[in-house]
């Protein structure tokens, strides 16, 4: 599969092929968020993050749940956090670190990958042992107050790239990537048996 290929691509199935994703809309420059919120509003890109997510489980920190308007529907939302309470909505699971985050996840059984969608700090925690990132890179570079790390081309390999453009819904062009680590990874952060397991 190469980068920008019309052929024939099913999102959902191209990553049930992965145990633990990260998904991510960043500037060119890795900015992910501004004051607890998102820096634009891109619907073709929430649509392609729904899509994406649905029947998944979905780990965040506390301050990305924050930003919801509500719960994610149609999945198992894990916030990473240590002060909130275990009482939540439906949908709602509270873990105090990331390996219980995970470990919820695997027993959940849901659709593969287990997603993983931020913020800075989680995914900085989890890049060494994700095999699969989805980034939409949206063409523009702006102050922010968190980022995305940058991905090093000596590990991941981009295999698809999708652009859109700019227009009366959406004021920046994206694009929205696909990147598999390569052979030989050497995982920081070692698991037990994968989410499905």
């Known amino acids: 599969m190469n980068p920008g ?3 024939d691509f099913d999102p959902r199935a191209f990553h049930a ?3 633990y994703g ?3 809309a960043c500037s060119e420059n890795g900015v992910i968020g501004r004051e607890g919120d998102l820096p634009w509003h891109l619907p073709a890109d929430l649509r392609h993050f729904m ?3 649905r029947d998944c489980a979905v780990v965040m920190g506390r301050r990305t749940y924050e930003s919801l308007d509500t719960p994610l529907p149609h999945r ?3 916030v990473v ?5 275990e009482d939540q909505p439906e949908g ?3 873990a105090r ?3 219980q985050a995970l470990d919820i996840a695997r027993e959940a059984r849901m659709q593969a990958p287990i997603w993983i969608a931020g913020g800075g700090t989680i995914y900085t925690q989890t890049m060494d042992m994700a095999d699969l990132i989805v980034r939409t890179l949206v063409h523009t570079r702006l102050e922010g107050d968190t980022g995305f790390p940058e991905i090093d081309p000596d590990s991941w390999e981009l295999v698809r790239s999708e652009a859109h453009e700019s227009d009366d819904r959406h004021i920046y062009g994206f694009a929205i990537e696909w990147w598999t680590r390569k052979q030989g990874r050497d995982q920081r952060i070692t698991q037990p048996d994968g989410p499905r397991g």
Not at 81 to 85: D, E, I, K, L, P
Request: aromatic share 4%; no cysteine.
């Open 76 to 78: 198992l939302n894990i």
């Open 97 to 99: 670190d990331l390996e």
């Open 22 to 24: 990260l998904i991510v």
């Open 81 to 85: 956090s240590t002060s909130m309470g």
């Open 92 to 94: 709602v699971r509270v």
């Open 5 to 7: 290929s019309n052929e």
């Open 51 to 53: 899509r994406s997510t």
């Open 17 to 19: 092929r992965f145990d």
